[in-house]
């Protein structure tokens, strides 16, 4: 065919035989030329059929050629396509690829061989960048939708965000998760302060005594029995709700807690007013506590509920109709308390508030009892609060007294002439006559000392030291009088015995010697007819007896060197009893007792 083209374009028959017979299509040009001969075609027959020959090669060429253009032009809007895709890609993606560039000595089979791999690679890392972007804009949108609570419309998977496709570089991916991040961050604070507000709640119902999934499902529905986190609704709605109810709860607690503290002060009045038990005051410990707790300290379950504040309410009630029976009944027993403790103290009550005056005024109805037994219980205190001063003084003054016990005992000790006789108990009174003669010394610096200690007592509060109703120090002087006295007494005994002595020896030097009757002590006789089982040899020891200053009524005058000092409270006053006080006296009948008991 290639010798028809040849000769088609006007070259001889010379030149493409011999063109033409060199290759396999001239070789059958040939052929078919001497079969045509032997036929005998004419020439003009054979160069029209090898025109139509030509005619019809060229255009099998012309279709080669024309769909080979197409392949060409194919093969170059492909890789034009693939290599836009592979820039736009490249681009959206943000990442770092080989570049491919065009070799002009490369066929675009082995460009396009080229290009695919490296596209294919890119379309991989888009879809999955496009995964991530769904993955953590979904997220971000439920977490929005959390948040803004609007959960129901991002709850069927995931968002579709093809219109964000065109960036999916890391940088905006980072800046999705950064978002994402704090996002979440944001739940979790939300949820933290969610189950905060929630346990507070709870706390607050608690101790009210109110239903606590009631309040909260008022609030939000999932707030109560959720079994996850994503459950919980975190809402600023739901937010606002909880601050809200937890600020109605905290009135009404404060409310309630300045309601029961009053009834409870009430109750605890009523209680000391009344004497309760520990069994009647043991179901109301709880209760009684919140008197002195504030908010913050009161969370006991339900100590705020109405109904325990209705049941105090009612024991408030039935403790003040019996406080009216029983207020006659205390007020004279404290009555009797403040006598006790002055009793003890030597100290003289205030007869302003006598039973009998007390009795008259109750029933007269004059008089408030609970004013009374108020009255009553500060005189208590001062009472308790005086004995204390007074104890240091009193426990001196009791000393003192032991002292004169014991002086009185041994000078009936010395008065009995068997106390040397070896009898039972006598080694017992010697020892005790010992020492009773070394405390017996003591005694008037006991007095000094008992003075100087009123004085400073009564100078510190500018009152008299009273003992049962007498100036102590009155007594005290006088007692230290009528001791001179008795010393004097006992000198002038002894110088009067010595006379009678010297004078009985000179009448026996005149008249001579008579022999005088056995004398038998009175002290004995005493002591005989007081033990008459025993041998009469010994000296039994009698109890140790306290004389009680109010006793007797002794007229008693602030003693001169003392009179300047008192002068200011002791006006009318002076003379604190009529008779003489004698501490070394007492009764026959009280010496008989207490030589009974001495004996026994």
């Known amino acids: 065919m290639g010798e028809m083209v040849l000769a088609g374009y006007g070259m001889d028959k010379a030149v493409r035989s011999s063109v033409s017979f060199e290759t396999p299509c001239g070789r059958l040009l040939r052929e078919l030329e001497q079969i045509w001969t032997e036929i005998g075609e004419r020439e003009e027959d054979k160069d029209r059929m090898f025109l139509e020959l030509e005619t019809e090669c060229m255009r099998v060429y012309r279709r080669k050629v024309d769909s080979a253009n197409a392949e060409r032009s194919q093969l170059r809007q492909s890789l034009m396509a693939k290599e836009a895709e592979l820039k736009v890609l490249v681009a959206s993606i943000g990442e770092i690829t080989p570049k491919f560039k065009v070799d002009e000595k490369q066929s675009l089979k082995e460009q ?33 939708a959390q948040i803004s609570d609007h959960n129901n419309q991002h709850d069927n998977g995931p968002v579709n965000h093809s219109k964000d496709n065109h960036d999916l570089s890391t940088r905006r991916l980072s800046d999705l998760q950064a978002e994402l991040r704090n996002l979440q961050k944001e739940k979790s604070d939300r949820l933290q302060k969610v189950f905060i507000y929630v346990d507070e709640v709870h706390c607050l119902c608690s101790v009210l005594g109110m239903d606590f999934a009631k309040t909260v499902k008022d609030v939000h529905p999932s707030l109560h029995g959720a079994n996850s986190e994503n459950s919980t609704n975190i809402s600023d709605s739901t937010l606002e709700g909880l601050t809200e109810t ?44 919140v008197l002195g707790s504030t908010e913050e300290e009161i969370t006991s379950s339900s100590v705020l509920s109405l109904e325990t504040i209705q049941e105090t309410e009612e024991e408030v009630e039935r403790l003040t109709k019996q406080k009216a029976s029983r207020m006659k009944e205390l007020v004279l027993k404290k009555r009797l308390e403040l006598e006790d403790i002055c009793s003890n103290a030597h100290m003289e009550p205030d007869m302003s508030t006598a039973p009998e005056k007390i009795t008259a005024l109750i029933d007269s109805g004059l008089v408030d009892p609970c004013e009374l037994l108020s009255s009553i219980e500060t005189q208590i205190a001062k009472a308790r609060e005086e004995s204390l001063t007074r104890k240091d003084i009193m426990e001196k003054v009791d000393r003192w007294l032991s002292a004169c016990d014991e002086e009185t005992w041994l000078e009936e000790y010395n008065q009995d002439s068997s106390r040397y006789s070896a009898g039972r108990g006598a080694h017992i009174n010697l020892k005790r006559a010992e020492k009773a003669r070394i405390l017996v010394q003591k005694i008037p610096s006991m007095i000094d000392n008992l003075i100087a200690k009123t004085f400073a007592w009564e100078d510190e509060r500018s009152v008299p030291f009273l003992y049962d109703g007498a100036r102590l120090v009155a007594i005290l002087e006088e007692q230290k009088l ?28 005149i008249f001579g010697s008579k022999p005088s009757p056995k004398k038998t002590s009175s002290f004995n006789r005493r002591t005989s007819s007081h033990h008459p089982n025993g041998n009469g040899a010994g000296f039994m020891t009698p109890a140790p007896r306290r004389v009680s200053a109010g006793s007797a009524t ?47």
């Open 112 to 144: 396009l061989a080229k290009v695919t791999p490296l596209l294919e690679d890119l379309r991989s890392k888009k879809e999955e960048r496009i995964k991530q972007f769904s993955l953590v804009q979904s997220q971000i949108e439920k977490i929005k």
């Open 554 to 600: 002794p007229e008693l005058l602030t003693p001169r060197s003392y009179s300047g000092r008192y002068n200011n409270y002791f006006k009318e006053n002076r003379r604190l009893a009529a008779a003489p006080l004698n501490f070394s006296t007492v009764s026959k009948e009280d010496r008989k007792k207490k030589t009974r008991r001495g004996a026994y």
């Open 482 to 509: 009528r001791r001179v006295q008795k010393e004097e007494d006992k000198r002038r005994h002894r110088d009067q015995k010595k006379l009678q002595s010297l004078l009985l020896k000179e009448k026996e030097l």
């Open 246 to 289: 937890i600020l109605k709860l905290k009135a009404e607690k404060r409310t309630r807690v300045s309601k029961l503290q009053e009834i409870v002060g009430k109750l605890l009045k009523l209680w000391n007013l009344m004497e309760s038990t520990e069994q009647e005051r043991r179901h109301f410990t709880r209760v009684a506590a």
